[in-house]
Each structure stands twice: as C-alpha cells, then as structure tokens.
C-alpha cells in the first residue's frame, strides 16, 4: 500500500489548536417560539446516558451524554454548565468534545479513585473497560486501566476469575453500596434475571479506593428477579451471602439488556434502584429495606417517581427501554433525575431527556417532572435524521433553510417532516426562524424519510422540490406560484420517472454534464451514488440511468463488511473545478475530485474524513454560501436530528474552499515513530513556516524553510495525534494548509 493512502486532509478545527478562539461554529443564531436558541447547532440528542465530569475546572459538573443514535456504536457529546445555583443551564461544548478515547455501545463517569476527575468505564466484549482520568488542566487525558474488569465468582473458596459481565445495550449500576469508599459493580447474570453484586475490595486489601479488585459476593442481590417486565419480590435466600452459582444454565436465556440506577432514595445508607429493560416502557423502582451488607427488596412500583405516596407528578414511561441517570443538574447540591430511551430508534427522540427536578431540601429525594426536552430545547432538534438544504421559500432574496428528516417519533411511529426555518437576517448577516416543523403540510403525503432537493424542473423560472424517501424512490411537486411569491408546492408525483435506488434515497438536483439541464445524483443505503442524467429538454425533463456507481464511489465501511453506507451526495464547482463531497453512515465526509470528462470513469478519492469533522452517523452536508461573502458554508445534518454549521473562515481567517484543495501537500510516513518526510509541490509556495501542534494546541516544533522536502524527526514525541501547519505568504496573500499526524 502506498503510504499516500494514509493522508488525512484536514480543516483544523478552533477546538484543537486554537481551543479558546472558536468562531467559525454556532455563528448563526436561530429562534424558536421567539427565543433565540443557545446552542442552536449542537447536533440533536436521540436516545442517551447522562452522567457528570467537571471538564473545565471550573467547579461545576458538566454533563457528558452518551448517545446511542445509530448502529455505528453511538458517541460521545459535553455540555458545560454555565448555571447558578438553581439554574440548569449549559452549552454545547465541542472543545472537549473530540478529546476522549473511542468508546462504543454505552459509556458512564465515575471516579473510582476518589482524586476529583471521573473516570470512564465503558463497554468492551463480554464486559466493562475502564479508562483513568489523568487529566491535567484542560487537555482532556484518559489511559486504558482495566481492558476488561475481572471478579473473583467463588471468594469463599478456591478462587473462580472470570469477566463482569455486562452486554453492550446493558448499563450496570456503579456505586459504593457498601459505604466503604471504593465503587462497587451490581450487574445482570449472563444467564437469568438476577442481580449480581461484585464488591470492590480495594480498600478491604490496600486501604485505599485506587484498585479495581472484585468479589461477586451476591448472585442474587436484593432477592429479587425481573422478567417480563415485572419485578418479582422474595427469589432468594432473604440477607444470604454468596451460594454456588454454578448451576446448570441450559434452560436460562442470555439476558437481553437493562439498566441499573443506583441511589439512596431516603438518606438510610443503603442503595435502592431504578431498573429499565429493553423489552419494557415502564421503569420499576425497588426499595431496599435490608442494609449496606444484605439488600432485601421489600417493596416495587412501576409508577416512579409516585412513591411511596400515590404523587401526582408524570410517571416515568417512554416507549422503549427507558433508563435513569442521576445527577445535580442544578446547582443545587441535590441530585435530580433524567430518564431517556436507551435503545436505537422506536421511541422518543425530539422529546427524549425528561428531566425531573429534585425538590427536596432532606436525604429524602422528591422527584418532580420539568421537561421532556432536557437540552434538546436549546438546539435544532428534528427528531431521527436531518437532510438540509438552503431554498428562498418566501422569494425575499435572501436563502432559508429546509430541513427534512427521518421523523418525529408520534405513537409508535415516526412521522417525516420538513422543517421551515426563514432567514430573518441580512444577505450577508443570517439569522434564522422556526416557522414551521411541517413545511406547507408536505407530511400528509406520508412520506417515510424525506430527503428534498430544489431546482427548476419545468423551466417556469422557480424552482420544484424534489423528495426521497426510505423506499429508494423520488416525489416530485411542483412549484405553482407565481415568479416573486413565496413557493407553493402541489401536483404531487410518487415514484417520479420510475426512478429507484433500492432503499433510503439522498437525491441533489445538479447539472452534472453540464449541458445546461439539471441531472440527478441519488445517495442510498447501499453507500453508493446514481446518476441519472436528463436527456429530455429544460420543460419536459427525462432521466436515464447512467450509472449505479457514479464514479466509483462507495462510503460503506468494506474493511468490516459493512452492506450500509447512507451515502449523501453534495456535487459542487470551485474555480471551475468540480468535486464531490458525501456523507456517509459513519459520519466521515468523503471527497471526491478528478470528476471533469471522466463521468464514466472513478473518480480520485482525496480524503475520507474530510477536516476530521464527525458530527455523527448518517452525515448529510449542504455546502453552499449563506453568509455571501462568496465563500462556501458547511451545514451538516446528523441521525441525531440536530445540524452543525461551519462558517466559511476560520479564526486565522482561511476559508474553507481554500482547504478543499490541498492534494499538493504529502506527509509520509503517516502514522510514525522516526521520522516524517513532508513533500510540498505548490510551486506557488516560496518561504515556508512549518509548525507543529499536539492536541491541546502545544507548540512543539517550527522551522522556516524554502526547501520542497523536508524531514522531521518525530521519535521524541510522545505517542498520539499532532497537526502540522504550513504557512506562507505570496502577494500578501496568506496560505495555510493542515495536516493530521499520528505518532505511534
């Protein structure tokens, strides 16, 4: 393989090297119900875990969600507090956010070493991992402790280590149940319905919390099983330590996944819990009348937080897999509660952080519901999926955005929309105004996954929309206003040309041969691109197959025999040039160029991680200018339901087509442990500035250099991820390109 395959082009985000400067994201401000949103283009959350870590030293708990959104193994998103006392409020925080360690399937922060830094542990096969927060300042640092947390199952005995288990749509309940300082794991057998207690024996061995050492001392914690979405009270022997637990398991099912909430309901010492299951809309709460060395379940409710007392406050019910975190998110000193879904679509997902608000001022919580839109309210929030495009809906001159999505989950279903938002800004200042989350009613068409492109199909002068949908197929409706008015869409045609790409089309309208009519590329399931070209004329348009494979190109990950890709096609001219910019399930944006006279052919793939942006799974990008400086803008739509947008400069004023051509710049060998060749061949370039940047923005080298080819030694770096900048300036004309390193 040639080491050129190994490159990354990349636009270097404000939140990297320069972490305290960001201005080139959340710059356009967005109103709902006329309030201005505070962190507008955070991305959406769909169905998430919660918990804490202070990530800027400032003393307050910020929150770190986990969001499952997608197959792709979910990820990580921050928000920091900015709130009083009494206040819960935060914003996004994307500086922090790209700093963690890649972790899949759930993730939860506790500190298990009582040093004041949460630690992570997160899912590995067949159970947990846990990374140690070694954070110094506020460059986030995490390093691989336990890659799989191990307990003794016979501690009475002849010893019997083995995995705590826990599977990946699991989340065990991690606290220090026996108040001896140290965090203790309460886990599902891996056959049965029961409750595992695996004690953490650091401070019985060492006197201190800094170990990781168990002993399954209870397989039946509580006395307790939950099946069937019921809870059974009396299963085991009441205050009984650990028994064989080697039984025969032949007629015992893996368990299929729940969640385990630890907290002190009534200030008595010991630990009561709130459970979730995948199978289950209902929580159920489980009070412990036993004590810190025996749990005995005495009493169950699947009304929560309506206990003891028949309360009045919203029950805890979502309609798949609702789980609790417990957490102070108001300054408060009090913790309160956030249910959400924990499963992967089929539920809630523009209204899934139901926050309850604990009242209490004693031990005894008091759970009172808040919201159902727990940060979700300060951001564009679609429900599951978001595909924008910029149209002039109103015929002001000025672009609006239209975003269609997968849908709003509405009684066991979802329900596809287009969102409205009109720009009640300037042409060079917008700003933009929720109108309407059901664009002129389109929903009644009952479009499942509506992906629109706008163009002018029947050459009237206004542009027609075009939408497809989750069956591979195109909807057509025409614009029937007249020219100077807002649009109007009507004359609905299904299955528009008989036009089918199999499953989940992505279409943009764009004249790809350019003969002066508009064509069709079409994105799918598949990860691939189609291209119908029109061979009709500019009023009575006809569209022909040209080709499955436009160009090659495919967004599935093949290395791990991925047969899903969602590729979501973006084609566009800079400088006469053309290139090809696509989405994908991953979340990587891919480009593509050498696209001019090679239509038949494949095209040249320059970077599949374009700027080593990742806003999510299922990444739609519209790249267009909005802010009219005549510079492209990227909004970029994600399976949460949110958008992120990137304005056109960055903060050493470099805009982003600019870094969208930078094949001429070769860092090899990539990753390395010597050394690196840096091959420059923009003959344009003279005097070079070459610097070098670690994570947090740390300079590390520099050199100033006429030289084409140059070496650096890297062995003296430590391990991990540095940006290499070359700067130069021709006619007073700054250039700057980025690179990604990796020194292993």
Known sequence: MSFFRFFFIFLIPARVIFSQNSVYRDTIPVFESNARLSMPWAGGINFSSFTQIDLNLDGKKDIVAFDKICSSGGRLRTFLNTGSIGEAKYVHDYNHQNQFPEVKEWALFFDYNNDGRSDIFTYTTGGIKVYKNNTVGQNLTFNLVKPLLMTDYNPTGSPSISNVYCNAVALPGIADLDNDGDLDILSYSVFGVKIEFHRNMSQELYGHSDSLVFDMVDDCWGDIKESNCQVDLNQCPFMK?????????????????????????????????????????????????????????????????????????????????????????????????????????????????????????????????????????????????????????????????????????????????????????????????????????????????????????????????????????????????????????????????????????????????????????????????????????????????????????????????????????????????????????????????????????????????????????????????????????????????????????????VSVDELFNEENVIVFPNPSSDKITISIKDNTLSEMTIKCYDLIGNQVFETTTFNKLNQIDVSHFSSGIYFIQIQSKESKQLKLVTKKLVVQ
């Not at 199978?279 to 169950?300: Q, R």
């Not at 969102?419 to 989350?437: D, E, H, M, Q, V």
């Not at 069709?520 to 040209?546: D, E, H, M, R, W």
């Open 241 to 653: 330590l650990y028994q064989d637990i080697l039984e025969d398991s032949s007629n015992k099912p893996l368990h299929s996944g729940s969640c385990i909430m630890c907290f002190d309901r009534n200030g008595d010492g010991d630990s009561e819990l709130i459970l979730g299951d995948i199978s289950c809309s209902d929580v159920f709460f489980v009070e412990n009348e036993g004590d810190l060395n025996n749990a005995h379940i005495g009493d169950t409710t699947k009304l929560y937080p309506n206990y003891p007392n028949k309360g009045s406050t919203t029950t805890i019910k979502l309609n798949s897999f609702p789980c609790t975190f417990n957490l102070d998110v108001d300054n408060d000193g009090f913790k309160d509660l956030i249910a959400s879904p924990n499963a992967i679509g089929g539920s809630e997902n523009y209204q899934s952080v139901w926050l309850y608000k604990n009242a209490s001022i004693t031990p005894t919580v008091n759970f009172v519901f808040h919201k159902k839109n727990f940060l979700q309210e300060d951001m564009i929030e679609l429900g599951e999926g978001a595909y924008p495009v910029l149209f002039d809906a109103d015929s002001d001159g000025k672009k609006d955005l239209i975003v269609g999505n997968l849908g709003y989950y509405t009684v066991n279903t979802n329900k596809s929309k287009l969102a409205f938002y009109k720009n009640i800004g300037t042409s060079s200042s917008p700003s933009f105004s929720l109108i309407t989350r059901d664009y002129q009613s389109l929903s009644a068409y009952n479009i499942y996954s509506m992906a629109p492109t706008f163009g002018d199909l029947d050459n009237d002068g206004d542009k027609d929309l075009i939408i497809g949908d989750n069956n591979g197929q195109l909807h057509y409706f025409e614009n029937t206003a007249p020219i100077g008015t807002a649009a109007q869409f009507s004359n609905h045609v299904s299955n528009y040309k008989t036009i089918d790409v199999g499953n989940f089309a992505y279409p943009q309208l764009v004249d790809v041969n350019k003969n002066g009519t508009l064509d069709f590329l079409i994105g799918s399931l598949n990860g691939k691109i189609a291209y119908y070209s029109n061979t009709g004329s500019a009023t009575n348009p006809a569209f022909v197959l040209q080709t499955a494979n436009f160009g090659g190109v495919d967004v599935r990950q093949t290395s791990i025999g991925s047969l899903t890709g969602f590729s979501t096609p973006f084609m566009f001219s800079e400088s006469g040039v053309t290139k090809l910019l696509v989405g994908s399930e991953i979340g990587n944006m891919y480009l593509y160029n050498n696209i001019d006279g090679n239509l038949t052919g494949t095209f040249n793939r320059v970077d599949t991680t374009l700027f080593l942006i990742n806003e999510g799974p299922r990444c739609a990008p519209f790249y267009e200018d909005i802010t009219n400086d005549g510079k492209r803008d990227l909004f970029l739509g994600n399976y949460g339901g949110g958008l992120a947008f990137f304005n056109s400069t960055n903060v050493n004023q």
